[in-house]
């Protein structure tokens, strides 16, 4: 018996996902294997899907585990599930507060597996699990990735295991969670990718007023160009790409050192 990071009760511990189950489902049934991924706490690339140990039964699969449905439904209803996306536009048919719920629980999750921002994201523990409904201290956004063209060694290379089309271009599904870490003063970025859909978690630092982040929010959406907001009291939202492929997207996190020499084998293994 430990306690749960949710609830803080003493009880039996089960293994939370850090992005859901259906996400890594969606792969491997498209691609007939195992999925496989960068995890930051050792440092290295590792097979199977990611959990953390530390959510009791309730809340893993009674209060998460509907927000995780909610979040299944609009993703599936929006078309995100394909190996190569094509659209340069998309609708999300939501429930704002679920939704934000469930991006603001996948966000803490993997703070907590990697050890990093950890502590931003736990003030959101009661909002999470629908017992505050103070949505002030963060914004969610949202884009879509561009396709990449490859070039013609690129796409002998890598085309197949990409799914490149025959003009080139690949838009794959590789879902990621990273992080800004060049922000401006004031707030940070968590970044959610499930295929070419793009969501930032964007929370402001503790004891900002309400014109403070009014102006922080433009200055956000001046630096991530095609960025939109999610209306809290919206229901249905366009979506539109924004001018970066996925390879742009992964920049800041995916070609660090300790990271860029493994960046092949990553987008081949979690393609197969």
Same mark, same amino acid.
């Given at each position: 018996?430990s306690?749960?990071? %949710?609830?803080?009760? !003493? ?14 489902? %969606? ?19 590792i097979? #199977?899907? /990611?959990v ?7 809340c $893993?699969?009674?209060?998460? #585990? ?6 299944k ?7 995100v599930?394909? =190996?190569?996306?094509?659209k &340069?536009?998309l %609708? ?7 939704? &934000? *719920?469930?991006l603001l629980?996948?966000a803490?999750?993997?703070? *907590? /597996?990697?050890?990093?921002h ?6 959101f523990?009661?909002?999470i699990l629908?017992? =505050? &409904?103070? &949505? ?24 197949? !295991?990409?799914?490149?089309?025959? @003009?080139?271009?690949v $838009?794959?599904? %590789?879902? *990621?969670?990273?992080?800004? +870490?060049q922000?401006?003063?004031g707030? =940070? ?7 070419a859909l793009?969501? @930032?978690v964007v929370i402001?630092?503790?004891?900002? =007023?309400r014109?403070e982040r009014k102006?922080?929010?433009?200055q956000?959406?001046?630096i991530c ?6 209306r809290k009291?919206g229901?249905?939202?366009k979506?539109?790409?924004?001018p970066?492929?996925?390879i !742009?997207?992964?920049?800041h996190h995916?070609?660090? +050192?300790?990271?860029? +020499?493994?960046?092949a084998k ?7």
């Amino acid at each position: 018996m430990s306690l749960c990071v %949710y609830c803080d009760q !003493d009880k039996s511990l089960t293994r939370e996902h850090i992005l859901p189950s259906f996400v890594y489902k %969606y792969q491997e049934s498209n691609k007939k294997g195992r999925t496989s991924g960068w995890r930051e706490k050792p440092q290295k690339i590792i097979e #199977g899907e /990611a959990v953390i140990k530390d959510v009791c039964a309730e809340c $893993n699969n009674v209060v998460l #585990g509907a927000l995780d449905g909610h979040a299944k439904q609009v993703l599936e209803k929006a078309g995100v599930f394909t =190996s190569n996306f094509k659209k &340069s536009t998309l %609708y999300l048919e939501h429930n704002y507060n679920e939704l &934000s *719920r469930w991006l603001l629980k996948v966000a803490y999750n993997s703070s *907590r /597996a990697s050890g990093k921002h950890q502590g931003v994201f736990e003030k959101f523990k009661g909002f999470i699990l629908g017992e =505050s &409904s103070d &949505s002030s201290q963060f914004i969610i956004s949202v884009g879509l990735l561009k396709s990449l063209k490859l070039t013609k060694d690129q796409y002998h290379e890598y085309g197949k !295991d990409l799914d490149a089309d025959e @003009h080139r271009y690949v $838009n794959p599904f %590789y879902p *990621r969670i990273s992080w800004a +870490p060049q922000t401006p003063a004031g707030f =940070s970025v968590k970044q959610i990718v499930i295929g070419a859909l793009v969501f @930032h978690v964007v929370i402001f630092n503790d004891g900002i =007023s309400r014109d403070e982040r009014k102006r922080l929010t433009k200055q956000y959406l001046e630096i991530c160009k095609g960025m939109s907001l999610l209306r809290k009291n919206g229901k249905k939202a366009k979506v539109c790409q924004i001018p970066l492929t996925f390879i !742009d997207s992964m920049q800041h996190h995916m070609l660090r +050192p300790e990271v860029e +020499p493994h960046l092949a084998k990553l987008l081949t293994k979690t393609s197969r």
